[in-house]
């Protein structure tokens, strides 16, 4: 069984642990991903990181309506290029709902699979809103 298996399970059903209080975010969340979201804009970032967990690469994503759940490939080679071992995504959600839609569920499946190949580990997909942030590992999402 690999890591993309879980996420067919429906986000509905995961665990209530798997929303974060902004209150009771990290420094990580709260100093560097969320100052790259607006309550008007939805924008995904991606973080990699090294063998020992230390920052490498971090790409913030404006989306627009036609690209929404797509991530160019030169975003890609820019995050894979500095010894990524891992890598998390996050994204904001301007309506303010946290839990995931089908499309963030399928692009993680996606991103999951193809990060896989390359022999990298995609740790967590973070939601973040206004009250907190969701996670998809532990839903148990991945």
């Not at 206004?130 to 996670?135: F, K, L, N, R």
């Amino acid at each position: 069984m690999t890591k993309v298996d879980r996420i067919d399970r429906d986000a509905t059903l995961a665990c209530p642990d798997s929303f974060t209080p902004r209150g009771d975010e990290d420094d990580f969340a709260r100093l560097l991903l969320r100052p790259h979201f607006t309550a008007t804009r939805e924008t995904l970032v991606l973080a990699g990181f090294d063998a020992i967990e230390r920052l490498t690469a971090i790409q913030p994503i404006e989306a627009s309506a036609a690209d929404r759940c797509r991530v160019a490939p030169h975003r890609w080679r820019a995050i894979l290029a500095a010894e990524t071992q891992q890598v998390l995504i996050a994204h904001n959600h301007p309506s303010g709902e946290a839990r995931p839609s089908r499309g963030d569920i399928e692009f993680t499946r996606e991103a999951a699979h193809f990060l896989s190949i390359v022999g990298i580990d995609l740790v967590d997909h973070l939601i973040f809103v206004d009250a907190g942030h969701y996670s998809f590992q532990r839903a148990g999402l991945l």
